[in-house]
């Protein structure tokens, strides 16, 4: 086996354990990747040893926490790569919905904003980069949060003073989901409307979220559906480049 096959298959068995969210026999291994038992156990030994992957109880593999240092480096490099690669998607989208357009990555239970194209319109929304909202509120956040963990939903709903409110809360990033999409309207900012579509990495994880914004009279419901189709374009672009 040469080092291109031996890489290949031990990323093959990272990928199993992966998509199994949680622990897998060493014959389960074998039996996902197509590979023999005695093999598995190499690979698994030198995985092991570099913290890549771990023994959990008899016969227990899982990932390890050696894991959480790559995702960390990968999640620090996308945000700092983020703003660049969004710049010109972000132009064509404010001159195409001809509205200010902003890209927003979570912060804890927040976003913030860390790119924004102003409209060149008389009339326009100003956000500036480093501005913190909360994700139960304006679409840039829900966007974000409807795409996250159901623990984290679950927490930040369970946060809110109304019981009521939270429950709403989780069912519309249940419907945001299911649309792909988040229309609101003077949530954040009276008067202000915002269409927002999730950016994903390339295991569908979000990453941020690209949203247009501008004032609610121009948002009628006659040309919703375009910009929507605009914003949800630029996001699946933004998506691609990323490596979706």
């Known amino acids: 086996m040469n080092g291109t096959q031996t890489l290949s298959r031990a990323l093959d068995i990272l990928f199993a354990l992966a998509e199994a969210n949680g622990m897998m026999s060493v014959s389960e291994i074998a039996e996902r990747v197509s590979i023999p038992e005695s093999t598995i156990y190499r690979f698994l030994q030198t995985l092991e040893q570099n913290g890549i992957v771990e023994r ?127 229309i609101t309207r003077g949530e954040v900012d009276p008067d202000i409307y915002a269409i927002a579509a999730p950016v994903l990495n390339s295991i569908g994880q979000v990453v941020a979220s690209l949203s247009i914004a501008g004032p609610s009279f121009r948002c009628n419901g006659n040309d919703d559906s375009r910009i929507v189709d605009y914003v949800r374009s630029a996001a699946a672009e933004l998506s691609q480049r990323l490596g979706r």
Not at 61 to 73: E, K, M, P, W, Y
Not at 88 to 108: D, H, Y
Not at 115 to 134: C, D, H, M, T
């Open 56 to 182: 959990r109880g008899k016969s227990q593999i899982g990932l390890g926490l050696r894991i959480l240092d790559l995702a960390r480096s990968l999640s620090q490099q996308v945000h700092r790569d983020l703003p660049v690669l969004a710049l010109p998607i972000m132009e064509e989208l404010t001159k195409q919905a001809n509205e200010t357009s902003v890209l927003f990555v979570r912060s804890g239970e927040n976003c913030v904003c860390i790119q924004n194209v102003r409209s060149k319109g008389l009339l326009q929304f100003a956000v500036e980069n480093g501005r913190i909202l909360p994700l139960h509120s304006g679409a840039s956040g829900k966007c974000i949060l409807a795409y996250e963990n159901d623990k984290l939903i679950e927490r930040v709903a369970t946060g809110l003073e109304n019981a009521d409110e939270g429950k709403r809360l989780i069912e519309e990033c249940r419907s945001i989901r299911d649309r792909g999409y988040c």
